[in-house]
């Protein structure tokens, strides 16, 4: 079946500028993560949904940045204005579900890289 | 909040065995995945423990103790094709989320 996908692949986009990313999870799965990734660091928590629940933004760097997903499903990260300091690999991941104690691993998207010029 | 440590980078022979350690500190342990990135990819899943023990799948096996905060993946005949970052994950229960974070990942190259 088809797994998570990332739109676009790559964006450059020149300092001050709006960028949308796009995710489009696997279908039926509840629960959608963003991440970032940048060059020789660990994924960075950005933001997380998990059914019709409020979204957990505690990972977000700054008010610039905001997600949202819409029918339970796509999910949009926007990055406003942007700075040089946030180029990196942008990754999506969604699972079936959260709870305590299953395994419910993460199925993780292509990423988009995002240059800021 | 946590902090996980894995080391940045190791290496290792074709054919041999590998640990790869990783220790954690957490209030809210609720399992910790171990995945693998090839350059360039995306992470994909490896292995989860969330009881002590050890869990073993083909080549590869994932051991944890919760009371240490002390994790290791074991890899087994190692192949070329193995060499790749390694990251460890925890997730922890905070109020009504589940979030998994990500150790800077241990990049492991195999050599002939």
């Known amino acids: 079946g088809a797994g998570v996908s990332q739109s676009p692949s790559n964006k450059v986009t020149e300092k001050g500028k709006d960028v949308e990313l796009r995710c489009d999870p696997i279908?039926?799965?509840?629960?959608l993560y963003w991440y970032r990734q940048s060059l020789g660091q660990g994924l960075e928590f950005l933001i997380y949904?998990?059914?019709?629940?409020?979204?957990?933004k505690s990972g977000l760097p700054s008010d610039r940045f905001s997600a949202e997903r819409t029918g339970g499903s796509v999910s949009t990260l926007t990055i406003q204005r942007t700075q040089q300091e946030d180029s990196a690999v942008y990754l999506c991941?969604?699972?079936?579900?959260?709870?305590?104690?299953?395994?419910?691993?993460?199925?993780f998207g292509p990423g988009t890289r995002l240059t800021v010029t | 909040g946590q902090n996980i440590d894995q080391p940045t980078e190791m290496t290792a022979t074709e054919g041999a065995i590998v640990q790869i350690n990783c220790t954690y500190q957490?209030?809210?342990?609720?399992?910790l995945f171990w995945y693998q990135q090839h350059a360039g990819e995306a992470p994909t899943f490896l292995s989860y423990?969330?009881?002590?023990g050890l869990e073993e799948k083909g080549r590869f096996s994932s051991f944890l103790s919760r009371s240490k905060g002390y994790s290791y993946l074991l890899l087994k005949e190692l192949q070329m094709k193995d060499s790749a970052s390694y990251l460890c994950?925890?997730?922890?229960?905070?109020?009504?989320?589940?979030?998994?974070?990500f150790g800077r990942g241990t990049s492991l190259i195999v050599h002939p």
């Open positions: 991941a969604s699972s079936t579900r959260t709870s305590g104690g299953a395994v419910y691993e993460q199925y």
């Open positions: 279908s039926g799965h509840t629960a």
């Open positions: 949904f998990q059914g019709n629940s409020a979204p957990d």
């Open positions: 957490t209030s809210g342990f609720n399992g």
């Open positions: 423990n969330v009881l002590d």
């Open positions: 994950a925890v997730r922890e229960r905070t109020g009504g989320s589940y979030i998994p974070t």
